[in-house]
């Protein structure tokens, strides 16, 4: 009877603690606070976000839920009330979404590069210009002509209004059949530039992630135009009580942390550091469109 009773009382006593495991593991999980990043889709495409979140989520005992779209759309979503902090870079649409009192305490976090890719056989022949508004022009000229296509994404995202910016320095506007929006993201609008050997910009990290699936070149970098800073911004609990304020802050904060500026600095795709960190370069930052940054960094230390 002894022999028979031990392995039905092991079994019994290995299914009790393997649903004890289940229930405190299902309760530490439920105790978790969650947080709704809406960001472009280049930190997530680059695959940043997977070098970030998990190290946060640890931290802060947190589980973020990323939503991956255009700085516009990005930002439009916090405006509804449906994300706690947005991590994006539109300055303009950035600037907006403060002023209207969606979003405050915008801070510089990293910044990268904005390239204009093309076909190898360059008929436009802007490989190696140093001026990206006169590049856009001679893309033009050439479209115009038939001998070649750009590709925009026409999404209003931040890639989106970098392009309209230049080609308002070109004094272009463009339309006609050489022009073609494609409504999509970074990813896909590079597949149809591919596809149809077009001109395109993307941001580096979204491209070096891509370059080895499609057929597509680095024709023009390097102008101080292309520079790209990112900008993350809780969302105001006095628009939207209901939004995980205190863990947004903590998000931030983590970003703005030296762990969170290393970690950006260090993630690389194909041996290429693709953000570089700007939070605790004042002078640089200030250059990049963050006036405030001291005054902002102090005001997250301080939190």
Not at 4 to 18: C, D, H, N, S, Y
Not at 132 to 145: E, H, P, S, T
Not at 224 to 236: E, G, M, R, S
Request: with cysteine; net charge negative.
């Amino acid at each position: 009877m002894d022999t028979i009773k031990k392995p039905r009382i092991i079994v019994a006593l290995t299914v009790i603690l393997v649903v004890a495991s289940v229930g405190m593991w299902s309760l530490w999980e439920s105790k978790r606070e969650r947080l709704i990043l809406a960001t472009t889709t280049s930190t997530y495409d680059s695959g940043l976000l997977d070098a970030l979140v998990p190290r946060f989520e640890a931290k802060y005992h947190a589980k973020v839920d990323v939503i991956a779209v255009g700085t516009g759309q990005a930002i439009a979503t916090a405006e509804a009330g449906d994300a706690d902090v947005v991590l994006v870079h539109s300055k303009s649409a950035e600037l907006t979404f403060v002023a209207g009192g969606y979003g405050y305490h915008r801070v510089g976090v990293m910044y990268n590069d904005y390239v204009i890719l093309g076909p190898s056989s360059d008929p436009a022949g802007i490989r190696g210009m140093a001026n990206v508004a006169k590049a856009f022009l001679a893309i033009r000229d050439a479209g115009v002509q038939g001998a070649c296509l750009f590709c925009s994404r026409g999404d209003n995202s931040g890639t989106h209004s970098e392009e309209k910016s230049i080609w308002s320095e070109a004094g272009v506007t463009p339309s006609g059949n050489w022009y073609l929006e494609t409504g999509q993201g970074m990813g896909a609008t590079l597949t149809v530039a591919d596809q149809k050997q077009a001109y395109t910009i993307a941001d580096r990290g979204t491209w070096v992630s891509y370059e080895s699936k499609v057929n597509l070149a680095v024709l023009v970098e390097g102008d101080l135009k292309l520079l790209n800073p990112y900008a993350v911004i809780p969302v105001n609990p006095e628009k939207h009580p209901n939004t995980h304020s205190k863990m947004a802050v903590n998000f931030v904060q983590f970003l703005l942390s030296v762990e969170g500026q290393q970690a950006i600095g260090d993630f690389k795709r194909e041996e290429e550091i693709l953000f570089k960190p700007i939070a605790r370069d004042i002078d640089l930052a200030k250059t990049l469109g963050f006036p405030d940054q001291q005054q902002e960094l102090s005001w997250y230390d301080f939190q």
